[in-house]
Nanobody, 124 residues
């Protein structure tokens, strides 16, 4: 079993930055690929970014490419999402998720473990 806990959310002005963390416990973190998803009010949850278990592969949605960076530190059992040039439309609850697939995925159904989410609010 895997437990994932997100942190780092908050309120930031447009153009600002935040770094989200996803801390894992319960099993070998280095064997999991991790994705970030987000859900804005009244909208479906959507894929943001993913990183393979080795960290060698990263994937981004078109809406965040060039602004967000996903990375991982397996020694600390943590995945990060660095978010720069934030826009009001980035406002959402951000979730991290884990999968035993070797490479990350943009599909929710591929993930077996989910965190509780952290709120990100970007003011204009």
């Amino acid at each position: 079993q895997v437990q994932l806990v997100e942190s780092g959310g908050g309120l930031v002005q447009a153009g600002g930055s935040l770094r989200l963390s996803c801390a894992a416990s319960g099993r070998t973190f280095g064997s999991l690929s991790v994705g970030w998803f987000r859900q804005a009010p009244g909208k479906e949850r959507e894929f943001v970014a993913a990183i393979s278990w080795s960290g060698g592969g990263t994937y981004y949605s078109d809406s965040v490419k060039g602004r967000f960076t996903i990375s991982r530190d397996n020694a600390k059992n943590t995945v990060y999402l660095q978010m720069n040039s934030l826009k009001p439309e980035d406002t959402a609850v951000y979730y991290c998720a884990g999968t035993e697939r070797r490479y990350g995925s943009g599909y929710e159904s591929d993930y077996d473990y989910w965190g509780q989410g952290t709120q990100v609010t970007v003011s204009s």
